[in-house]
């Protein structure tokens, strides 16, 4: 029998090829915005959420997690093009129900391209594949809770159940899932930070004892110099622009660190000021290294190697003495290990002219406010968590930390995926999470860890994941080597998925499958006590509100926390937990959140304040919890790829007309690529080295541990990507990328350097 498709079509839709943008944002932008919201809602609802979006009180925009201003916020709107789209593809008016899933069967729409599937609109009732069936049927919701509740309690044991979250999730929906699992008897809580920010969350424990960036959005203003590395925020984090702007405006220089020159990072346009827009705009990169994939550490040992060299011919001028000495300790290992390398092979294992390192060691030398912002291009190697350690080693040598306008940025994705963490989503949680959960809710929650992502995939297909439970996301499409997880996922006695729309999670199933549709972020809330807000943190650990202002578009869909009270209730017969009185007002699972979580005293009240309230965070004031209570300098080695001919690294990026797997459209208008996905964008130089023109079709093969994968029919693309680095995007490309290639410690896959060979058609 035909199995439904894991990967979209291979088919082609129709490229045209542009010149890149020079500047982002501007006037294009925001009509370009307006447009997609007209297209897919209607006036009235486009206004009441717009004048919302991301004010105090309002609604936090389902986009990217960076921070709203803790001041003025701007009065045209507080929003981005990328937002707008989100909040379009969120708030559709179409919707699907029992008669389109009688109409198309699960092979037919698997057949479908990403953009199409995504684009039939908003799920409206749950839906049931029976074993063996081609159709989605409709069930009722006390059946597929009761579904679910048997299949749970079949198990030989509560970790042959997988429970994956996507950081949309509220900290209401997080906590009260994690409370559920927990009591169920597992840890096996994977969630979308183990392919994201994990590297982060690791590099950083490890060296400054807390896995969160540690600046304020006032700190960003007030740097002396802002790197950007390894992040394209014109596309993913469009309103950070604003804030580099007013750095700009302060003084502030910016360093850009990207195999290729992204062109949010070169100019910004800002749509919130007329009078700048007409100037043409800010000028923001003031040095771009373009650096090849994976070369960062090569790159910083350079720099700090220049920097001590300077150091030790006039000391006490370049490193912060007094700060290393009180608050560090590893400085002498760290200067003699940087000692052995030389500046020429640092150089070219970075893929950055020594002329233009110097450069950029002349900015830094006597500054010291310095912050280091970045994102996946630093996260998503092998050495992801040494990339993070690396940038700290720079921070700490600067003294670049614990101050005001300093300190590390790791910018994250979805919209709360920092704050799913802090509500023990997490596969290895800390014991003191235990502890805490055990006292106040008088259950022994299970002690040993779970699975990450990875380790899940794995053990679905193994046969030792038996039940993958979805809060959000599209975990086929997001992770790794595809064809092995859809093999993963279809040997799984149960999928469920609840989701807001439809999603190649959803055609590529186990025996059985349920899609439980549920309110987003938009929609109104209302549960037996009144309507409920439910709150989220941001990049910089700022816990704030957000209330939806529209009319669901369907009265059966429930909410998260609901959801997950239900199936509790379905679950655990003799549960300890209240959990209708958890669902009928939230503040109940606010208040079980202060007892269990540090830093969210008197929860329910500070959150209801404009703007909501920091969370407690040692590293942004100077102290450091790590074991020594001292930041931690780290050796790493520097990484060295030795391509062989006709080997080149593979980078899988975003496109400015994507959010994550939803394709919002098929254009990525800031580097000039149209109407096509299935792209590999090459350096003209390496396209001839392979006898390649542009538009040529090409096969992509990667090769890890004797195992080839294979992606067909990609078109080529002469762009500006470091030479011996291609670029294509995701998800088209994760079939490509290998399981078992995983950054050290944080198992994050390693998504930004797949090894690959090109061959034409
Ligand atoms: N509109 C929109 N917004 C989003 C998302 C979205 O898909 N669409 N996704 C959200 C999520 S979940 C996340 S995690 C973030 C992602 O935000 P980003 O990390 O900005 O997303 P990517 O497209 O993966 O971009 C990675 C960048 O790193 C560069 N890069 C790749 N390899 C290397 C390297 O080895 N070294 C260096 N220095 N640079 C490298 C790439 O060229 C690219 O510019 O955005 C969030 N916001
Ligand atoms: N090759 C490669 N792979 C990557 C990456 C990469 O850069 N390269 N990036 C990785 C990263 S950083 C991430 S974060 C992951 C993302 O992985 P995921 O978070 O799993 O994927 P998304 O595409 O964000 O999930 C989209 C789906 O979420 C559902 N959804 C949207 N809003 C809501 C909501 O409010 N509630 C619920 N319940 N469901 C909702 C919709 O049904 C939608 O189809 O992908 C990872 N995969
Ligand atoms: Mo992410």
């Avoid at 004031?621 to 520097?638: L, V």
């Avoid at 090769?703 to 029919?713: I, L, V």
């Amino acid at each position: 029998m035909k199995k439904p498709h894991a990967q979209p079509p291979e088919t082609h839709t129709g490229i045209k090829i542009g010149k890149p943008a020079t500047k982002a944002v501007g006037a294009k932008g925001v009509t370009e915005s307006l447009r997609q919201m007209n297209k897919y809602m209607n006036k009235v609802d486009a206004l009441r959420i717009t004048s919302k979006l991301n004010q105090k009180g309002g609604i936090d925009c389902p986009g990217c997690a960076w921070p709203d201003p803790d001041d003025e916020r701007s009065k045209l709107g507080e929003y981005c093009e990328n937002g707008i789209k989100a909040i379009a593809e969120e708030a559709t008016k179409k919707s699907i129900g029992e008669k389109f899933f009688r109409r198309n069967s699960v092979q037919e729409m698997s057949e479908w391209s990403d953009f199409k599937i995504g684009k039939q609109g908003r799920l409206t009732e749950p839906m049931f594949l029976r074993e063996g069936a081609q159709y989605y049927e409709a069930i009722s919701w006390n059946d597929a809770f009761q579904l679910i509740g048997n299949e749970l309690n079949k198990l030989n044991s509560p970790d042959e159940a997988i429970f994956y979250t996507s950081g949309r999730t509220s900290n209401e929906a997080a906590f009260l899932y994690q409370l559920f699992v927990r009591e169920y008897g597992t840890n096996n809580l994977p969630d979308c930070s183990n392919m994201c920010h994990e590297s982060s969350g690791k590099g950083l424990s490890q060296t400054v004892g807390i896995g969160k960036g540690s600046v304020t959005l006032t700190d960003l203003y007030e740097a002396e110099i802002i790197i950007v590395m390894g992040q394209n925020p014109g596309t993913n984090h469009p309103r950070m622009l604003s804030a580099l702007e007013r750095c700009k405006e302060n003084g502030g220089k910016i360093i850009s660190i990207n195999p290729i020159p992204e062109a949010g990072l070169i100019n910004f346009v800002n749509p919130q000021r007329p009078l700048k827009m007409l100037g043409g705009g800010t000028a923001l990169t003031d040095l771009f290294l373009q650096v090849r994939a994976n070369g960062d550490v090569a790159l910083l040992k350079a720099i700090m190697l220049l920097l001590f060299i300077t150091e030790e011919t006039n000391p006490g001028t370049v490193f912060d003495e007094k700060f290393i000495q009180e608050k560090t300790i590893g400085y002498g290992e760290l200067i003699e290990d940087l000692q052995k390398y030389s500046l020429d092979e640092l150089a070219e294992e970075s893929g950055v002219s020594l002329k233009k390192i110097y450069e950029a060691a002349a900015m830094i030398q006597h500054k010291s406010k310095i912050i280091i912002c970045w994102a996946m291009g630093i996260t998503q190697h092998e050495n992801g968590v040494d990339n993070v350690r690396e940038i700290v080693n720079l921070l700490l040598l600067k003294g670049s930390i614990g101050k005001r306008g300093a300190g590390t940025c790791p910018v994250r994705g979805h919209s709360n995926v920092q704050g799913d963490r802090t509500m023990g989503i997490w596969e290895a949680p800390p014991q003191r999470l235990l502890d805490s959960i055990e006292k106040t809710f008088g259950f022994k929650p299970p002690q040993a860890h779970g699975y990450a992502v990875v380790d899940a995939i794995k053990a679905m297909h193994e046969g030792k994941g038996k039940v993958f439970f979805a809060m959000g996301g599209n975990f086929l499409s997001a992770t790794p080597d595809t064809e092995l997880t859809a093999e993963a996922l279809r040997r799984c006695d149960l999928t469920v998925h609840v989701s807001t729309k439809l999603n190649r999670s959803h055609l590529v199933h186990g025996k059985q499958a349920l899609i439980l549709p549920c309110l987003a972020r938009t929609d109104i809330d209302e549960q037996a006590e009144g309507e409920q807000f439910v709150s989220v943190e941001n990049s910089m650990g700022v816990v704030h509100s957000s209330k939806g202002v529209l009319t669901p578009i369907s009265d059966k869909l429930l909410s998260e926390p609901a959801i997950v009270a239900r199936l509790a209730k379905a679950t655990l017969p003799d549960s300890k937990v209240d959990w209708e009185k958890m669902t009928a007002n939230y503040d109940h699972i606010r208040d079980a959140i202060e007892q269990v979580i540090p830093g969210f005293d008197n929860y329910n009240e500070r959150v209801r304040e404009p703007g909501g309230f920091y969370l407690p965070n040692g590293a942004r004031k100077g102290t450091f919890k790590t074991k020594s209570g001292k930041a931690h300098f780290t050796i790493n080695k520097m990484t060295q790829h030795n391509l062989q001919q006709g080997e080149y690294l593979m980078i899988t990026n975003r496109s400015h007309d994507q959010y994550n797997t939803t394709i919002y459209g098929l254009d990525d208008r800031y580097r000039g690529i149209y109407n096509e996905r299935r792209v590999v964008m090459m350096h003209p130089d390496d396209m001839k080295t392979e006898g390649l023109k542009a538009k040529d079709i090409v096969d992509l093969t990667s090769h890890f541990n004797g195992k080839m994968r294979t992606a067909k029919q990609f078109i080529v693309v002469p762009y500006d990507v470091a030479q011996g680095c291609v670029v294509t995007y995701f998800p088209e490309a994760n079939v490509l990328v290998p399981l078992e290639q995983q950054a050290h410690t944080s198992k994050t896959p390693a998504s930004k350097s797949v090894k690959i060979r090109i061959a034409k058609c």
